[in-house]
């Protein structure tokens, strides 16, 4: 192994490598925190651009910007309540609370040291347990996805404290919103109301962008264009401390551990792993009732998982030739534009590949703390923009990138009712969050349902004899129960 890293350390030498590694750290942030983009369009955009590139300065780029782009939706996240990202989602549940609290740049520097741990914490174990990971990916089927699912929708109950039936109300609202359009396994219309714009159902970009900018442009009109900020309130340009770091620690690699976990999961993605991580933070911390409030825990929590299910995601990809994520899957195309076939003989025939590789993800990691630490004086500009300006800028950005998405007028539709809904939801003090699981989680548990049944021709029992999807199930029950005890005691005080 020691060969092999000297070997892939030797792909630094070229300097065409390292300059990849500094500008696809910096796109990567750009796209993550533009709502609308992402690392998979990102990444995607940026294939063309390496044609002339020979193999190891093309993925050193594309990696780069895939890693960068995890943490850059928090920006937005963070300062405008914008997820810039869809696994950025969570970030807004805390993130955004901290600057309404004054705290922006705790919350920004929390976010880029939560996020680099991820990645770091994620890179290592790819490095060390790349195979026996791989098998890990190998035993999901339609029955344990099922469980992940079903698992990851239990969440919803406990994220809204005491108005725990709001919450499932509003995740079965997002369930059913993800049911429109064509029928996965048949090909019938569902809920298309004779729209061909709803045929091929509903896409995530354009409601994510619908609930939090839409909604938040129509808080910003009600209330005058006024300051989001209380006032007399300034935003805090303080760091995170060593004090506080240490703190975070256990947080930090439980969440680490957690967003590889689900990395690994072919088709999981940043998104499942950031939820399932802010769940268990909750669960474990010493102050649960500050989760939704600007608890840095649960902030750090979502954001160390976003990061770490990028070097999950890699061990499908580089050891079986399975892409982890949508980001992963757009690699695939980068590898084989070059003539590298990624499987089991990649780390045979291309040793010096897979080792800068591993190599590059370090460096791209470093780039993004610098570019998060020192760039935290710049995204506070962003929270103190005055919201005369930023509504109608918002809004922009918000048709922009739900237009890009499919080049449809349909989906501008979609996004501008989502807003309109999410406003009203939000005027009657219902949480977005759990509908935004639901949007998340509604395809997988519905297909993966799906097809176990008719795996074994209608029996339920499959996803009992399943060990991990038992157990899965059976952490959905535990989570539920305890749900409902907690707030029954709440209720008691």
Known sequence: MLDNFILGFSQLLYWQVPVAIVVGAALGIICGAMPGLSGTTGVALMIPFTYGLSPMPSMALLVSLYT????????????????????AVMSTVDGYPLTQKGRTGQALAISIVSSTFGGFFSTILLILFSIPLARVAIAFGPAEFFGLGVFGLSIVAGLAGKNWLKAILAGLIGLLIKTMGADPLTGNMRFTFGWTGLYDGVAFIPVMLGLFAISEVFFIIEEGVTSRLAKGMTLSKERICWREIRGLWKCMVRSSAIGTAVGIVPGAGAGIGSIISYNEARRFSKSPDEFGK??????????????????????????????????????????????????????????DIVYGIFICLFLANIAMLAYGMLGIRLWLKVAQVSPAILAPLIFGVAIIGSYGIGSSSSDVIIMIASGMMAYILRKLKFPLLPMVIALVLGYMVEISLRRALLVSHGDPLIFLKSPISLGFLLLAVLSITWTIIRSERSLQK
């Open 68 to 87: 960068a782009s995890e943490y850059g939706g928090s920006i937005s996240a963070i300062t405008v309540n914008i997820p810039g990202a869809p696994a």
């Open 294 to 351: 600007g608890s840095v825990e649960g902030l750090c929590a979502s954001e160390t998982a976003n990061n770490a299910t990028v070097g999950g995601a890699l061990v499908p990809l580089l050891t079986l030739g399975v892409p982890g994520s949508g980001a992963t899957a757009v690699l695939i195309g980068a590898f084989m534009l070059h003539n590298i076939n990624p499987g089991p003989l990649l780390f045979v025939n291309h040793p």
